[in-house]
C-alpha cells in the first residue's frame, strides 16, 4: 500500500511523488478539522491519513471514505506535519495558543490504530515537522537543538545545539541531516552521532524557517531574507538568487528544477545547478507552504492570512501548473499553506481548516 510517511515525501524532503494522478477532480470528501487553520499537510500510512491543526487537535481520517477514525486534544498547537512508521505517529507540539514559545513542549509517539500515547520526549517549542528514518525521530527545536531519538522507545540518541531557533524540519541524504537555524547558518551533521560535518553561511543567510531538500549532490534551503540558496554536498554555496519578499517555502526537486514560492506572489521555477529562471507565475498573493509535485503539475497554494495588513479570505486558493512551462491547469478554492500529498487513486488537498478527498472524474 503506498505511504507518504514524511512532510516532503521522502527523508531529502523532495516533495516530488512517482503518482500519476491528473485533474480534473472530484470532491469525494471533506473533513473539518476545527474551528482554527491546518498549517501543514497530512502524512499517509495504511489508508489513514494522519494531521494536526493550530489549536492541537490530532486526527486519523481513512483515506478512502474521510470517516475519522479518532483524533486526540492536546494543549499545544501544532504548526507542522506528523511522521508515520511501523504503526507509531510521531507529532510535534508547540505551547498553549497563542504559540508564542513561552513554555516548553515535547515530541509525542502515537499508536496509529487508535491515537493512544507510547511515550512523549520533552524539548522546547517544537515547529519542526519530524523526520523517520533508520530506527530514528529527528527533528529540530526552539531550544536551538536538532534531536535524533530512537523511535521506539524515545531514548535520547544525540543532539546537537544551534545558536538560535531551529523552526524547520531536517532532511537526510546519505549519511548526513541537513538543518537550517534562526542563527543564519545551515549545517551538516553526522546522521550517527550528530557531529558537525560543516556549516555554510557565515550566519549571514538569514532566518531559516523552510526546511531543507536534497538533490542531485546539492543542498536548498529558502530564506527570510527573501533568497533562495544551493550548496554542494561539501558545504560550498553554488548560487543564491533574490526574490522580492520573504521565502518560507521549501523548495520542491523534480527533474533538474526547483519550485519555490515567496511572499512577492509569485512561484519561482529554478535551474537546480545554476539558479536560473526557467519561469515563474504570478498567483496574486502570498506563497507561505512547499510546493508539491506530481504527474508533470506542481501544485501550491495561496496565503490569505500572511499579509501584513489584513486577512484575504479570497486569496485562498490552490494551483496547479505545468512543471515545464509554468502555464495554469487546474484551480481549487481553498488552500493556505502547502497544499496537497497524493496516492495512486486520491488527492488530499489541505485548506485552510478542511481536508479534501479528491479523485480524478472519469
Not at 491546518?38 to 474521510?66: D, K, M, W, Y
Not at 507510547?118 to 529527528?138: D, K, M, Q, T
Not at 548560487?239 to 514560492?261: D, E, K, M, N, R
Not at 484551480?331 to 479528491?358: A, H, K, M, N
Request: with cysteine; aromatic share 14%; hydrophobic share 40%.
Amino acid at each position: 500500500m503506498f505511504s507518504w510517511p514524511v512532510f516532503g515525501f521522502d527523508p531529502a524532503r523532495t516533495h516530488s511523488a512517482p503518482l500519476r494522478l491528473r485533474p480534473p477532480f472530484r470532491t469525494l470528501w471533506k473533513v473539518y478539522g476545527d474551528s482554527s487553520f491546518i498549517e501543514f499537510p497530512p502524512v499517509l500510512a495504511a489508508g489513514r491519513l494522519f494531521f494536526g491543526t493550530n489549536h492541537g487537535l490530532a486526527l486519523a481520517v481513512q483515506a478512502a471514505s474521510g470517516r475519522i477514525a479518532w483524533h486526540r486534544q492536546f494543549a499545544g498547537c501544532i504548526a507542522s506535519s506528523p511522521a508515520v512508521g511501523n504503526g507509531v505517529v510521531y507529532i510535534g507540539l508547540m505551547d498553549p495558543p497563542p504559540c508564542s514559545g513561552s513554555a516548553p513542549s515535547f515530541l509525542a509517539a502515537l499508536d496509529a490504530r487508535d491515537g493512544r500515547t507510547l511515550w512523549r520526549f520533552r524539548a522546547g517549542v517544537i515547529e519542526s515537522s519530524p523526520l523517520l528514518a533508520g530506527g530514528r525521530v529527528y527533528f529540530g527545536s526552539w531550544d536551538h537543538r536538532v534531536y535524533a531519538l530512537d523511535a521506539r522507545t524515545g531514548r535520547l540518541e544525540w543532539s546537537f545545539a544551534t545558536g538560535d531557533r531551529v523552526k524547520g524540519g531536517v532532511a537526510l541524504a546519505g549519511r548526513t541531516v541537513y538543518a537550517g537555524s534562526y542563527d543564519g547558518y545551515l549545517y551538516a551533521l553526522d546522521v550517527r552521532h550528530g557531529g558537525l560535518r560543516w556549516r555554510a553561511g557565515s550566519g549571514r543567510l538569514g532566518g531559516l524557517y523552510a526546511t531543507p531538500s536534497v538533490s542531485h549532490g546539492r543542498v536548498f534551503v529558502s530564506s527570510t531574507n527573501g533568497r533562495v540558496y544551493a550548496f554542494s554536498l561539501s558545504g560550498a554555496e553554488l548560487w543564491s538568487v533574490q526574490t522580492g519578499s520573504y521565502v518560507y517555502s521549501p523548495a520542491a526537486l523534480a527533474g533538474a528544477t526547483a519550485y519555490v514560492g515567496s511572499y512577492d506572489h509569485r512561484l519561482y521555477a529554478l535551474s537546480q545547478a545554476t539558479g536560473g529562471t526557467r519561469w515563474t507565475f504570478d498567483a496574486g498573493a502570498p506563497i507561505s507552504g512547499a510546493p508539491t509535485v506530481i504527474d508533470g503539475l506542481v501544485y501550491f497554494s495561496t496565503c490569505g492570512s500572511c499579509s501584513s495588513y489584513e486577512s484575504n479570505p479570497r486569496a485562498r486558493r490552490t494551483f496547479a501548473l505545468d512543471a515545464a512551462t509554468g502555464r495554469l491547469v487546474w484551480r481549487f478554492p481553498d488552500g493556505e499553506y502547502s497544499p496537497v500529498i497524493g496516492d495512486q487513486e486520491r488527492l488530499y488537498l489541505t485548506g485552510f481548516t478542511s481536508l479534501y478527498g479528491l479523485a480524478p472524474r472519469g
